[in-house]
């Protein structure tokens, strides 16, 4: 199957929801991906906790632990900007919303990778609401998920470091595949169970992370 190559493009809000109805497949990039023509993790509420600053964190208890400990770079301030799209009074949401928050945020330094990247533990869930999921993911060489959807809200992710690769595939239960892309450092891309069914993973020869960002959409 052919290979496609994205070139880097911020879409602007309206751009977004116009490629988000029309388009079978929506990338947004600052670094760049290639393309090709092919459900979640259970719920686990945890207590909340108190940040330094005396506010409620939003982070999971072992996502805390891990920042604290250094083990995984401190993503707080992000998550927290991400769970703030959603006081706007809307009553539906879109991962679309996560873009412009998700554009601020560079790759970490040399340190925070390093530490990350020689921890055993590839992945952790950093937010788990009602309304927000955040995953933060290691891919080692070899790594990839199982073929899933992303319900009505759907998904945004970024690349960290290195690059993954993304298959999509028919949503129904044929799950014929139709596209394979490379995301490269920087990149994005938005999926919802509208579009196509994906699975991600790193078939490279280097590590790889990235972000990962749900909501139901509810």
């Not at 949401?93 to 990350?116: G, M, N, V, W, Y």
Request: hydrophobic content about 35%; overall charge neutral.
């Amino acid at each position: 199957m052919k290979t496609l190559v994205h070139q880097p493009h911020y879409p602007n809000n309206h751009e977004n929801t116009a490629m988000s109805k029309i388009s079978p497949y929506l990338a947004i990039q600052r670094g760049s991906a290639t393309s090709s023509p092919r459900r979640e993790a259970k719920r686990i509420l945890l207590p909340s906790r108190k940040t330094d600053e005396g506010n409620q964190s939003i982070l999971t208890e072992a996502a805390a632990e891990a920042m604290a400990n250094g083990h995984i770079p401190n993503l707080e301030k992000i998550c927290r900007e991400l769970n703030a799209t959603f006081h706007d009074g809307s009553r539906e949401h879109s991962a679309l919303q996560f873009i412009p928050i998700l554009k601020q945020l560079s790759a970490f330094d040399a340190a925070e990778t390093e530490r990350f990247l020689s921890n055993p533990q590839t992945s952790y869930v950093l937010v788990q609401n009602d309304q927000l999921k955040v995953v933060l993911i290691h891919w080692p060489p070899g790594k990839f998920s199982s073929i899933h959807g992303h319900a009505q809200g759907g998904c945004v992710f970024k690349v960290l470091k290195g690059s993954v690769q993304e298959k999509r595939y028919t949503p129904d239960e044929r799950q014929h595949e139709l596209a394979t892309s490379r995301f490269e450092e920087q990149a994005m891309a938005y999926i919802d169970d509208e579009m196509a069914y994906h699975a991600v993973g790193n078939p490279y020869d280097e590590p790889a992370i990235s972000l990962h960002v749900y909501t139901p959409g509810r």
